[in-house]
């Protein structure tokens, strides 16, 4: 079992461009979650999904939109990068029924220019 | 105030001594607290949760709540250099489905 997995690990963009981060786990998690990464920030809830077909915003959610393509698969959009975008981006999965271990993807390191 | 407080270090220890890090919450309400230790360029891995007040062992970690303090804390005994790495507490705070709220984190390292 691969977990939490998350392309790209590297990416490079210019002001304005967009790009999807995409994020697939195996374990048959409902839940799933975006976060960034920030020196001297800790790590800040973008967007979460509860269950299938649900998406909820989370702590600094502006300039992101996502998809919950199906149980496995939770997306990120950038529609335009700004150079505040530049993070490093993870993917997390909560373990079922307590919720009381979450799971990280490897991480998405994302330069905006 | 920030809703989860964490000294962000470095804390140095000597190979073999306690390390102890500490979190602080401003939620008096919350629930659930954890410790997830992130290496350099690698994602955060989870090491210890406690959800009542006292400690927990696991190992050569011990977690300490005090709820009445709204305080955490991480001891880690015998600490060896692969322990150096960067902690962070988390809090799940009151009113959000599974939304935790993460420290800044505390730079931890073992010396030889």
């Known amino acids: 079992n691969a977990g939490v997995t998350q392309t790209p690990k590297f990416q490079v963009l210019k002001t304005g461009q967009s790009m999807t981060l995409q994020c697939a786990q195996d374990m048959n998690h409902n839940s799933m979650y975006w976060y960034r990464q920030d020196p001297g920030m800790g790590l800040r809830l973008i967007y979460y999904s509860a269950s299938e077909g649900t998406t909820d915003k989370g702590e600094v959610p502006n300039g992101y939109n996502v998809s919950r393509l199906n149980k496995r698969e939770f997306s990120l959009r950038l529609e335009s990068a700004a150079p505040s975008q530049t993070s490093v981006y993870f993917c997390?999965?909560?373990?079922?029924?307590?919720?009381?271990?979450?799971?990280f993807g490897p991480g998405t390191r994302l330069t905006v220019l | 105030q920030k809703e989860v407080e964490q000294n962000s270090g470095p804390l140095s220890v000597p190979e073999g001594a306690i390390a102890s890090l500490n979190c602080t919450y401003s939620d008096r309400v919350s629930q659930s607290f954890f410790w997830y230790r992130q290496y350099s360029g690698k994602s955060p891995e989870l090491i210890m949760s406690i959800y009542s007040n006292g400690d927990k062992e696991d190992g050569r970690f011990t977690a300490q709540l005090n709820k009445a303090s709204q305080y955490v804390s991480l001891l880690i005994r015998d600490s060896q250099p692969s322990d150096s790495a960067t902690y962070l507490c988390?809090?799940?705070?009151?009113?959000?489905?599974?939304?935790?709220?993460f420290g800044t984190g505390t730079k931890l390292q073992v010396i030889p």
């Open positions: 997390a999965t909560w373990t079922p029924p307590n919720y009381n271990e979450q799971f």
């Open positions: 988390a809090v799940n705070m009151a009113g959000g489905y599974q939304k935790v709220t």
